[in-house]
């Protein structure tokens, strides 16, 4: 995985400095079976961990957050502790570029 972290997958430009952000359960009802513990997904708190889960999940080529269905989901750190409930919505930002050419003949 080269400078990847192998635990939390994030980037490492200083490998050996490197700790992994806390981990945390993400579970969500349309993903999720009742008993499911859900997806382990590491963040610096909860509500960071509902966004990294919903950038990971709905990039799976549905898009179903990004086209308007939000996503009700449940937080839980690894370590235990309460959980917490988030709505996760998202947004489609355009980006365009211009690039200098010779004019169409």
Not at 49 to 67: F, M
Request: glycine share 8%.
């Amino acid at each position: 995985m080269g400078n990847y972290c192998s635990e939390c997958g994030a980037f490492r430009l200083f490998p050996e400095r490197h700790q992994c952000a806390p981990a945390f359960f993400v579970w969500c009802d349309a993903h999720h079976g009742e008993h499911d513990e859900g997806d382990r997904v590491h963040a610096f708190d909860a509500q960071s961990a509902a966004e990294e889960w919903a950038d990971q999940t709905d990039s799976d080529g549905d898009y179903v957050i990004l086209s308007g269905s939000p996503a009700a989901v449940r937080v839980t750190a690894v370590e235990g502790g309460e959980q917490q409930w988030f709505e996760v919505t998202g947004e489609s930002c355009p980006r365009y570029t211009a690039h200098e050419m010779e004019p169409p003949t």
